[in-house]
Structure formats: structure tokens, C-alpha cells
């Protein structure tokens, strides 16, 4: 069954300047995906491209002056964009559990790690303090933090940014989510921490049937770790699929560039690739927004981009989506 | 080969803590750079790469060992004598925003070295501030802006532009991409190997990541603990690693290729402090395939059949340590 199911979702936002006029910036521009439990959705793209406001957004962790202006965010047919505040926390943190991008704000560092994890669970069930302290161990257990008996008297300045990351998931965990949606998880880490987190969250959800997103820079982690991928660009997934089908035939210019500047694909010297700047959130440009970093743009590409099907479930915003040629390294001569 | 524009022997650098306590963050390094060459240096957070950096280009104070840059002993070369010596020898710091004064117009910020350590007139100047702009592949509109008003990417070419205006013989990297989006470092790359190619500098790569290490290396040396526990030509480093450490940590970087399947060796538990370092071999802790020994006996550097230098005491017994499936 699908979990979450995100359709056509608008984020702008809205402030005044020093004229008092309206300013907009379209920082979402019609996002859809949708998750099944048990498997893990993987959100790339490169910096500004929208993904931590994607999970904001979903989550109903918006702060002004963002705001959902169009679409819909269903989980398990549960409208989340209307659904008053308070439903919606005891959502959060409860059936939805979100791990932010920067763990060491996301603890309080005048709380022992051990009491935050307790706290958590007690403010979502009626479960006895003791029975709330257990389930806090066994949590701590499950993501890997040696000695949970201690380590739960620790501080959060105690810890390294491993253990912090595995307190976090412990966090996450500790009201048994349907949903789980991990921002930029493993950034930062060391590649050897990295690799016990990861191999870790895929045991967790295969064991607890999650549903669950990673949003990370790093396409060997979607590569390794995830089933699906969607490739974020100013705001909008301009490619989204199977892992192995994306990257074996990306279908959109961008998710070339991107695949084709990886250290497997990249070489020195080889195919020059086509960086340059984000397009402005306030004045985006009609059609394709990729349209001026694009090698293949046409005049066409001024015009609404449609949403092609390359295959049953592989799609891509682009005029001439799966009728790119060549490997995608090659991509730049042309 | 040409002599070595830097060649380091028994480098260390501790940095005390009081009461006889000491941080050991770089521990007896040997290495050498060619001119021209790339010598890639990968470790962990906190295993001394950037310290090591550092000491070489006299920001620190090195506290044992040998620092020989061009033909000179600069080890304990008084600071005024080191100061003309900046001009061959550059760094480029990880954090561009920090590197850079945020009230300094790009102009000034690119011509600053160029002031400092050649003898050029003012239009001289300039003009060679310009062709510096162009040579990253910074517009020049940037240079009358302030930092602030530039992308990390742009701003990382300012900070080259910087490194290479006096035509060094030495440049030292310190994680010079690893505040970028991939595009963008790979463009940063590029533009390092055309430098390399022009000015046959030599270049020190410090990196966290194996995949950027990868690309722009011709030798990669693997820092664990302060200490170079492997080093030796990319490409055998990378297809027949010697020592385990370098196998574990080959194995944990996942490559952006789901096709490319990944042989996992996870490692336990975290690395040591610094300042208790471990007898022996400092992997011990960590090491799956330790024995008795390694507690107790230092290891010493082994040419394996590949070519690399290894520090592992199993070595001799031959064969691949660690069992490590090659990639189809
Ligand atoms: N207050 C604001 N007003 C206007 N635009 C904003 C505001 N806050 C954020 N943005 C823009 O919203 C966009 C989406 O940001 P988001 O944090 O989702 O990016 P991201 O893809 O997560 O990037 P990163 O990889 O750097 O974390 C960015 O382009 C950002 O500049
Ligand atoms: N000025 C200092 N005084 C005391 N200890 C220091 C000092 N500078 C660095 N250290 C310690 O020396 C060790 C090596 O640090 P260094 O910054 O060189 O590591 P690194 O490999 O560059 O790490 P990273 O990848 O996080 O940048 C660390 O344990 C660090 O805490
Ligand atoms: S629609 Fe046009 S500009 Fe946009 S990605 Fe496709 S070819 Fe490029
Ligand atoms: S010397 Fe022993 S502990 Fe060290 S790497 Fe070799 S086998 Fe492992
Ligand atoms: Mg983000
Ligand atoms: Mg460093």
C-alpha cells in the first residue's frame, strides 16, 4: 500500500521588501512522489535545490515566511496539509518521525540523553516511566550504542557525531514510526561511521517495515542504500525512478551532469561538465528552469515541460526526455 | 625522476596539554612530492591531515623530524626567514569563507600575494590580478565584489587564484572541494590538473573522500591515527590495497554506481584518542584481523609486490590480509 503519497506540492516564500511589495520565491515548484512501506526513497540534488524544505513541508515543519500554497501531502489518506496543528504533532514524533540535518541542534544539550529519549516516548503513549526507560535502552540497543546503560546518563557534548547520529535515529525510532525521513544522515561522518549508520537504518527498516527517505549529496549512498531515487532541481523533481534504472539511463540533462561528475564517471581532462548557478527562486524563468545550464535546449524548451514516462516507472521533466543519446558522459560535447 | 620539491622524514607534531600530556597528531611521517606530482592524503576526521599540512608549510611548529623544501633545511628556519619562502609555498583551506577577509574586494584579495612577494608596479599588478581571474574562470565583474556576494565554488577559485598568483613550487590542498556540490568540484578538479600541467607545481591533496583523492592523484598516502599506515601509486593503492586499515576503508566508500558491487568490511567501535595512543600497532583496536602480537610490536614500513609501503605486521605472511572481493 502507499504511505505517503505527495502530489503537485507548491512552497513559497512569501515577504515584503523595503517598498512593502509582495515577494515570492517558488522554492517548490509541483513536487510529486509517493512511498510504500519498507522502502527507501532517495532525495538528491545539488545545494538550494529544495530538499530539506521537501521534507519540512511533508512533515508540517514549516516555519514562515514558508508556506504550502498548492497540492496535497496524504498519508495513509490522511490529509496532512490541512489537518489541524495539534493532530499533526501527535502525528510527528509518533507514526511520522523526521531526523534533521545538523543532530547536534536537534539535542537538548541540557537534558541527558537517556531523559530526551524517555521524554519523547512519554509525551506520544501512556506507557509507565519505567517501561518508557526500557524501551529507551532497547532503542539504543537497536541502533548500535554500546553500553546503553551508560551512555544514557551521558550529555549530548559527550558524543561524537556518530553517536549523535545513532542517538537521533534512537530518537526517531522510539515511537516505532510508519514513516521515517533522515536529512543528510550520514554528512559529515566519516566514511567508515557512515557505513555502520547505513547498514544499520537498512536493518531497522527492513526489521520495522518503514517507509523511508534519505536525503543526502552523495549519490553513492543512494546508489548502495536506496530503491528509488528523485533528483531535485530548483525546486521541482525533474527525474525520479528505480535506482538502477536512473542510473543506468538517466533521462534528464541534469541527472547526466550529475551522474557524469561522480568520481566513477568523471575524469580529468574528459567531458567538460555544465556547472553555473542555481536560477533565482523570484524570477524563475518560464519553461524548463535547467534551461540555462541545459546542452540540449531548444526553443521548445521555453514552453511547459511535460512529465514523460521513459518507463512504466521511471519519469523525467524534460522535452526530449529518453530521446538523450550517448552514455551520460559523453553528453557535454554536444 | 626530478628531486623532490619537499621530502618530510620522521615529521611530528604534538601539541602539549600540560601536566605532560600531549596530543600526538602526527607521528613519525616520511614522504616526498616530485614536482608536477599529486600526493593524495586521506585519513579521518582527526587523524592529522590538516596538522600535517600545516607543520610542512611551517604554519607550525614541527616538534620532531625533518622538513626539506627545495633543496633547503626549513625545519627550524627562523619565522622572518621563512616569510620569502611563501611565495613557493601555498596552502588552500578547506572553508573558503573563513579563508578569505569578508570586507576585501576580490581584486585586492587575488592581488594580495602578488604585493607581498613580487616586485611588480602597480598596472603590473593588476594586469596579472586579471589574468589570474581568468585563469580560475572567475568573471572578472566578480573582482570589484566582496566575498559575500560570490558562491562557495567561486569563492574556492578566488582562494586558487590566490595559491597559484606567485607561481609556487609547492601548493598544499586542504580539502579544497569538500564544501562543494559535485558539479562543482569536479570543475575544481579540472582547473588543478590544467595548473598542475602549466606550472609543474607540486601539489599536497588533503581529503577525507577516497573518490576525490582518486581523481587527482598520481600517489595517495592513508593517515591513521597521525601516521602514514599505507602509501604508494594510486592505482595500486586503490585495486590491491596492502594494509587493512586501507582495505576497511576502500570497502566503506561506496561508489555512485549501483552496478559496482560493494564488498563490505565495517569496522568497530572508533578511533582512539590521540593523546593515549595505543601500543604496537595503532589499528589494533579497530583491526579485525589482529593478533597478539600487534599489541606489542610497532610495524615497521614493507614494500609489498604492488609497490606500496605498508605498515602492518602480517605483511610478511603474504597474500591479502583482509579477503576483499574485487569489483566485477
Ligand atoms: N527565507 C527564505 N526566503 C527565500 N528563500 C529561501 C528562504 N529560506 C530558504 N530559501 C531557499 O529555499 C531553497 C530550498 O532550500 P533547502 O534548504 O530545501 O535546500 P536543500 O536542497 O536542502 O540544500 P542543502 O543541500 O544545502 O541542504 C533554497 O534555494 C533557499 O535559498
Ligand atoms: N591546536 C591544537 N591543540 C591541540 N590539539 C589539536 C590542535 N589542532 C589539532 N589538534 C588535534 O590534533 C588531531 C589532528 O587534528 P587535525 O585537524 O589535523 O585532523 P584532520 O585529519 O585534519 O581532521 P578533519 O578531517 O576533521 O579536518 C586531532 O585530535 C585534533 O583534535
Ligand atoms: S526541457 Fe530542454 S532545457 Fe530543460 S532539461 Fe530538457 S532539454 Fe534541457
Ligand atoms: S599490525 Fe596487526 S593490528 Fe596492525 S594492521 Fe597489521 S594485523 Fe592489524
Ligand atoms: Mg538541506
Ligand atoms: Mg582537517
New binding site residues.
Partial sequence: MTLLEVDDLHTHFISRDIDNRVRVAKALNGVSFSLEAGRILGIVGETGAGKSLTAQSVVGLLRPPAKIVGGSVRFEGRELTTMAPDALNRLRGHEIAMVVQNPRTSLDPLTRVGDQLVRLHQVHSDAAPAASRQRALEMMQAVGIPDPQSRARAWPHELSGGMAQRVLLAMALMNAPKLLIADEPTTGLDVTVQAQILDLLRDLVARFDMATTIITHDLGVVAHFCDDIAVMFAGSI?ESGPVRDVFAHPA???TRNLIGATPERFRVGGARLLGGQPPDLYNLPD?????AR?????D??RTP?PRTHVSADHVA?????GQ?DAAPDAEAQA | MNDPVLTVTGLCKRFPLGRKRFVNAVNHVDLAIAPGETLGMVGESGSGKSTLGRVILRLLEPTEGRILFDGQDITHLPKGRVRPLRRNMQMVFQDPWSALNPRMRIRDLIGEPVRLHMDMARSERDDRTELLARRVNLSTEFLNRTPSNLSGGQLQRVCIARAIATDPKLIVLDEPTSSLDLSVRAGILELLAEIREETKAAMLFISHDLGTVRMISDRIAVLYLGEIVEQGRAEALFETPAHPYTQALLSAHLPSDPAIPVARHVLEGEVPSPIALPAGCKFHTRCPVAIERCRRDVPAALTVPSGQQARCLRIPEGGNILERKEPA
Fill in positions: 525533474v534528464h540533462p541534469y519553461g524548463c528552469a535547467f534551461r541545459c546542452g540540449f535546449a531548444t521548445l524548451c515541460v521533466l524534460c522535452h526530449f526526455a538523450l
